[in-house]
């Protein structure tokens, strides 16, 4: 598979990451044996980048990736890890002592002395402008519990205030089809200061699988249930921000974009990883055939210029009214 520089980490990373949410929580019950099929039939594939937080079932994605590692040390994997949402959302919170507690919990969790990365978990936008916030983050690399750090936002001007600082290494962002504002200036910024973009939501929460319908039942812990108003967190995290319904319409014209035999999912990867300034993108999946799927979206980059501006026009005429100025 394709490898790219993650940014101010120098590592090189696949393409086509694996994001791991769904191996902890808020996507319906995964059994832990399915876990670890998922992250081996990635790696199988040439997926090199794993993506977890702290708060994936309160730990358990991590451990799962830890147990993986050990049972495989000839890997070359690249680890991110996300840390901030194990309190209340408040700017205070965001401190060196806290920092080094969820640090060690996470080290813990993966069974590594030195973390490959940390990022910031969407905190209070006013963490992003906070000078003392970068102090503690460059201290951890100092002492050796991190190699890089980074963040994870919900809106670009987040991105920009996180890209403006030196050692930013990366940025994760939810960038979709359904969701352009990035192009629009986060990832030109991040390619002028040499930050890595990780592209996150990658296919709208399955919407631009394009296999949902108005019939299709989520379970009551799956977050695209219970968070489709924004309830428990942002709602840019579901579906993308999108109503349910115009997503799906505007998933079947998405598919209908698509040179014939692709797979929509593949399109909607192959589409995130075409545009210039992506180091890597981070589906997830709940089972082997669908990691290995994703991954095959790396050899399917022959969208022609008729598909990006396609997806423009679909952005234009169904989201940006609703969506643009909100993230």
């Known amino acids: ?181 990035p192009l629009d200036a986060v990832l030109p910024a991040a390619r002028t200061a040499g930050v890595g973009i990780i592209a996150r939501v990658p296919l709208a929460s399955g919407l631009l699988s394009g296999k949902y319908s108005t019939s299709t039942v989520f379970p009551a812990d799956d977050h695209r249930n219970y968070n489709r108003s924004g309830a428990a967190f942002d709602v840019g995290e579901t579906f993308s921000g999108v109503d349910y319904d115009t997503g799906l319409a505007a998933a079947q014209e998405f598919a209908q974009l698509l040179p014939a035999g692709m797979e929509p999912a593949q399109g909607a990867l192959a589409w995130i990883i075409a545009q210039e300034g992506v180091s890597t993108v981070i589906p997830g999946a709940r089972n082997a055939a669908q990691a290995r799927a994703n991954a095959a979206a790396a050899d399917r980059l022959d969208l022609g210029r008729a598909i990006h501006d396609g997806v423009t026009e679909l952005y234009d005429r169904r989201f940006r009214p609703t969506v643009h100025s909100r993230w």
């Not at 940390?118 to 519990?145: F, M, R, W």
């Open 1 to 181: 598979m394709e490898q790219r520089t993650l940014g101010r980490t120098g590592r090189p990373v696949s393409v086509i990451g694996l994001g791991t949410w769904q191996l902890g929580a808020d996507w319906g019950e995964v059994q832990e044996r399915d876990a670890l099929e998922v992250l081996e039939a990635a790696a199988e594939a040439g997926t090199t980048f794993f993506d977890t937080a702290d708060v994936y079932g309160d730990g358990r994605s991590e451990k799962t990736i830890g147990a993986f590692r050990r049972a495989n040390p000839a890997l070359d994997l690249v680890i991110g890890t996300k840390m901030g949402r194990r309190v209340e959302q408040d700017p205070s919170q965001y401190t060196l002592a806290n920092f080094r507690s969820w640090v060690d919990r996470s080290r813990a969790n993966l069974g590594m002395e030195t973390l490959d990365l940390i990022q910031l978990h969407c905190p209070p936008s006013d963490v992003y402008t906070t000078e003392a916030v970068y102090d503690a983050l460059d201290t951890l690399v100092e002492e050796g519990a991190v190699r890089h750090y980074g963040v994870s936002v919900e809106r670009a001007d987040e991105a920009l205030a996180a890209i403006d600082r030196g050692n930013t290494a990366t940025v994760q962002i939810i960038l979709n089809a359904f969701r352009l504002k």
